[in-house]
């Protein structure tokens, strides 16, 4: 079992960044998906969720700006991120919870984590 993040790197202030999380291993049909983040010296915490239906939930920091997807047939589930802010540098973290259904729980009890990508995000 594998969750792979990638599509991090460096962008400008307002800038956007597609993130993807490649997972491996398991059927991803009824898994629900979270994706986290953890600045240098701070603790980690929750971005949002995706159900296994393919319904997302967002913290209010991530509301209008992040956008989490999924692609069942492609092993892969998004974030897709807009109006980038020096803030959001961090490294970034998708996750993995077996939860079928039409609603996810953002929470850091989840089943499978991926190693992380790097987002900077600097003039």
């Known amino acids: 079992v594998q969750l792979q993040a990638s599509g991090g790197g460096l962008v400008r202030p307002g800038g956007s960044l597609r993130l993807s999380c490649t997972v491996s291993?398991?059927?991803?049909?009824?898994?629900?998906f979270s994706w986290f983040r953890q600045a240098p010296g701070t603790e980690r915490e929750g971005i949002g969720c995706?159900?296994?239906?393919?319904?997302?939930e967002y913290k209010d920091f991530a509301e209008g700006r992040f956008t989490i997807s999924r692609d069942n047939s492609a092993n892969r589930v998004y974030l897709q991120m807009n109006n980038l802010k020096s803030e959001d540098t961090a490294v970034y973290y998708c996750?993995?919870?077996?939860?079928?259904?039409?609603?996810?729980?953002?929470?850091?009890?989840?089943?499978?984590w991926g190693q992380g990508t790097l987002v900077t995000v600097s003039s």
């Open positions: 996750a993995a919870k077996w939860d079928p259904g039409s609603y996810c729980i953002l929470t850091s009890s989840q089943g499978y």
């Open positions: 291993g398991f059927d991803l049909e009824d898994y629900a």
């Open positions: 995706i159900s296994s239906e393919g319904s997302p």
